[in-house]
Antibody, heavy 118, light 110 residues
Framework: EVQLVESGGGLVQPGGSLRLSCAASGFTFSNYWMSWVRQAPGKGLEWVANIKQDGSEKYYVDSVKGRFTISRDNAKNSVYLQMNSLRAEDTAVYYC???????????WGQGTTVTVSS | QSALTQPPSASGSPGQSVTISCTGTSSDVGGYNSVSWYQQHPGKAPKLMIYEVTKRPSGVPDRFSGSKSGNTASLTVSGLQAEDEADYYCSSYAGRKNVVFGGGTKLTVL
């Protein structure tokens, strides 16, 4: 069964850091681009970042450039999102997703919640 | 404000058809055949329903169909069923290494 499981969410103060992880199983992880998408409470979806199969290309939405870093470890079938200088507006459920370079996003994890608050 | 514009709500009775629109610009919806649609039930992860404007992943009922005209894409759900009640989001590649989503449409089955 194809599965993505996120972890690492939690409560963090403004200006703090958090590292999200996404563990993949049921498919050849190293063959796919991976993405992070977030959803603020009661709001719509927002694409955050993606990373190429070998990690050589990474792209970010403007609002997180310079603060967030996406990475992957193909040996561990995992993708990560390092989030620094967190702001209240980063509060959201963060989903990892498998897809093409951009769209579509075929498979989604169940999400992990990040709350930025003092 | 979302990059793609969707109506906040739509509704229909069981068995009826409903169409949800997704309006962008020539830089996103109109410029690429990359529009995809996602269904999201409350508290659940999104699920891919339509990709590349008109294609359905395996396992998605053929009651779901997609189309595009100019800068507007549409999702049509035919033969509405109770389980179709959910939020629906469109998305498109927007060039300049970016993906955009619509604000979402809450579909109610009356």
């Amino acid at each position: 069964e194809v599965q993505l499981v996120e972890s690492g969410g939690g409560l963090v103060q403004p200006g703090g850091s958090l590292r999200l992880s996404c563990a993949a199983s049921g498919f050849t992880f190293s063959n796919y681009w991976m993405s992070w998408v977030r959803q603020a409470p009661g709001k719509g979806l927002e694409w955050v970042a993606n990373i190429k199969q070998d990690g050589s290309e990474k792209y970010y939405v403007d609002s997180v450039k310079g603060r967030f870093t996406i990475s992957r470890d193909n040996a561990k079938n995992s993708v990560y999102l390092q989030m620094n200088s967190l702001r209240a507006e980063d509060t959201a459920v963060y989903y990892c997703a498998r897809g093409g370079q951009w769209l579509p996003l075929y498979v989604w994890g169940q999400g992990t919640t990040v709350t930025v608050s003092s | 404000q979302s990059a793609l514009t969707q109506p906040p709500s739509a509704s229909g009775s069981p068995g009826q058809s409903v169409t949800i629109s997704c309006t962008g610009t020539s830089s996103d919806v109109g410029g690429y055949n990359s529009v995809s649609w996602y269904q999201q039930h409350p508290g659940k992860a999104p699920k891919l329903m339509i990709y590349e404007v008109t294609k359905r992943p395996s396992g998605v009922p053929d009651r779901f169909s997609g189309s595009k005209s100019g800068n507007t894409a549409s999702l049509t759900v035919s033969g509405l069923q109770a389980e179709d009640e959910a939020d629906y989001y469109c998305s498109s590649y927007a060039g300049r290494k970016n993906v955009v989503f619509g604000g979402g449409t809450k579909l109610t089955v009356l």
